[in-house]
């Protein structure tokens, strides 16, 4: 949740100030809101602004005589949630046959620290997403035992105090594969000393790579 300190000094007068109004509006609105209740010292607070939005206040001091004219400023742009973070590379990695996906993408911008990034993946032709538990608080991350021969999709997005970026997702190529099978075995006989052998041969399969 935003809030928007506002202060001003005090105003001259020749009785005592009994309080001020506050009314706000987003720029590009026409009406006001006030703040509530009337604060009796200089300051008060906007709760719960709109991200990435400007605001006019106005302040006018009120005492047993009347209201006094009204002051006027303007806000600077109120934070926003982080950019999408960009360029996702998704490589492959395999250890002990087991074949992982290893995740990078870009920095965002953001005008508040990132906290940490979230990150889902699925299966292609599954509906459901995982989420990798821990949120990793770096760019990068690691899919453990995916599934071979499969593509998958994974997003990611960052988080800041102020709140959560836009997904951004890209497509694994697909995951290695185990070898196809061998084809065209044939068989030979030889003899050897009264000994029958069979020679066995046969076509390389297709290698995806080396498990």
């Given at each position: 949740m935003i809030n928007l300190q506002v202060a001003w000094n005090q105003p001259t007068s020749d009785r005592t100030i009994q309080h001020y109004e506050v009314q706000y509006r987003k720029q590009s609105v026409s009406s006001w809101t006030s703040v509530t209740p009337n604060p009796t010292t200089k300051q008060a607070t906007i709760r719960n602004v709109d991200k990435g939005s400007v605001y006019n206040v106005r302040v006018r001091a009120?005492?047993?005589?009347?209201?006094?004219?009204?002051?006027?400023?303007?806000?600077?742009?109120?934070?926003?949630?982080?950019?999408?973070?960009?360029?996702?590379?998704?490589?492959?990695?395999?250890?002990?046959?087991?074949?992982?996906?290893?995740?990078?993408?870009?920095?965002?911008?953001?005008?508040?620290?990132?906290?940490?990034?979230?990150?889902q993946y699925r299966k292609q032709g599954v509906s459901s997403r995982t989420s990798v538990i821990p949120n990793p608080t770096t760019r990068q991350t690691t899919?453990?035992?995916?599934?071979k021969g499969s593509v998958y999709n994974v997003q990611v997005r960052a988080v800041s105090d102020v709140g959560y970026g836009r997904w951004r997702s890209a497509n694994?190529?697909?995951?290695?594969?185990?070898?196809?099978?061998?084809?065209?075995?044939?068989?030979?006989?030889?003899?050897?000393?009264?000994?029958?052998?069979?020679?066995?041969?046969?076509?390389?399969?297709t290698i995806h790579t080396t498990l």
């Amino acid at each position: 949740m935003i809030n928007l300190q506002v202060a001003w000094n005090q105003p001259t007068s020749d009785r005592t100030i009994q309080h001020y109004e506050v009314q706000y509006r987003k720029q590009s609105v026409s009406s006001w809101t006030s703040v509530t209740p009337n604060p009796t010292t200089k300051q008060a607070t906007i709760r719960n602004v709109d991200k990435g939005s400007v605001y006019n206040v106005r302040v006018r001091a009120v005492s047993d005589v009347g209201s006094g004219q009204w002051g006027s400023a303007t806000s600077q742009m109120t934070h926003r949630v982080p950019s999408q973070v960009g360029n996702i590379q998704i490589t492959q990695t395999i250890s002990n046959g087991m074949i992982n996906l290893q995740v990078t993408w870009n920095q965002p911008t953001s005008d508040r620290t990132i906290q940490h990034y979230e990150i889902q993946y699925r299966k292609q032709g599954v509906s459901s997403r995982t989420s990798v538990i821990p949120n990793p608080t770096t760019r990068q991350t690691t899919i453990s035992n995916v599934a071979k021969g499969s593509v998958y999709n994974v997003q990611v997005r960052a988080v800041s105090d102020v709140g959560y970026g836009r997904w951004r997702s890209a497509n694994s190529q697909m995951t290695y594969r185990v070898p196809s099978q061998v084809s065209n075995i044939q068989f030979t006989q030889t003899v050897s000393n009264g000994m029958i052998n069979l020679q066995v041969t046969w076509n390389q399969p297709t290698i995806h790579t080396t498990l």
